[in-house]
């Protein structure tokens, strides 16, 4: 079935520090990738997306670029703020399964940044 | 993107009773789901709520024990049941505008069982 492997945490940078948070997925059809942030004591907000193969998602400074070939969304952001400190979540959502566009989440990764 | 509003943001409960949760949208949306975050753990589907027929719930989720409405497209609930210490959980909304358009989460509902 589908599936979203990401990469454990927690991750603890400095600020400017470059940011790389590992996913990986497994999907029968023809996924949409979204990486989700939720910052504490809220509820998730869509950070990016990318609904095709050599795609690539961007805003507020991440990007994420959909690789097929290795199955892979990875989250990249130059320079860290300590206001990105969050969980991020990556999901797919496979157009093609039983429950039309339901999202299939990754653990979540802790980011925490210090100034 | 749509704003939705999840009522209440939190709430402390005694075991045996019951909780309903709203979440209502500011603009008609063809798909709301409902998701329940353990402490600590990812989000996990608890069911799509359809609008005018029985939701269509996940493995190892029952109508019982969560019974959801949809009586427009603009407004769910999520009912708790028979609550127990092991219900504590952030429960979530989320809605979409079709199904190869992303989800937009509420805030959540924050709930502790005594």
């Known amino acids: 079935g589908d599936s979203v492997t990401q990469m454990e945490g927690p991750v603890t940078l400095s600020e400017e520090a470059f940011l790389t948070i590992n996913c990986t997925y497994t999907?029968?059809?023809?996924?949409?990738l979204f990486w989700y942030v939720q910052y504490p004591g809220e509820g998730l907000q869509l950070l990016l997306k990318a609904t095709k193969a050599d795609d690539k998602g961007s805003n507020k400074g991440f990007e994420a670029t959909y690789r097929k070939e290795t199955t892979s969304f990875h989250l990249e952001k130059g320079s860290v703020q300590v206001s990105d400190s969050a969980v991020y979540f990556c999901a797919l959502s496979d157009l093609r399964g039983s429950t039309l566009g339901r999202l299939y989440f990754g653990r979540g990764t802790q980011l925490t940044v210090w100034p | 993107s749509a704003v939705i509003s999840q009522k209440p943001s939190r709430d402390i409960c005694q075991r045996g009773t019951s909780l309903t949760i709203q979440c209502q949208v500011d603009s008609q949306v063809t798909m709301m789901f409902w998701y329940r975050q353990q402490p600590g753990q990812s989000l996990t589907l608890i069911a799509t709520a359809n609008q005018g027929s029985e939701a269509t719930y996940e493995s190892g989720f029952v109508i019982d024990k969560f019974p959801i409405s949809r009586p427009n497209l603009t407004f769910s609930t999520l009912t708790v049941s028979n609550m127990s210490p092991e219900d504590s959980s952030i429960y979530l909304c989320?809605?979409?505008?079709?199904?190869?358009?992303?989800?937009?989460f509420g805030d959540g509902t924050r709930l502790s069982i005594l």
């Open positions: 989320s809605v979409s505008r079709g199904r190869d358009q992303p989800q937009h």
């Open positions: 999907a029968t059809g023809y996924p949409s």
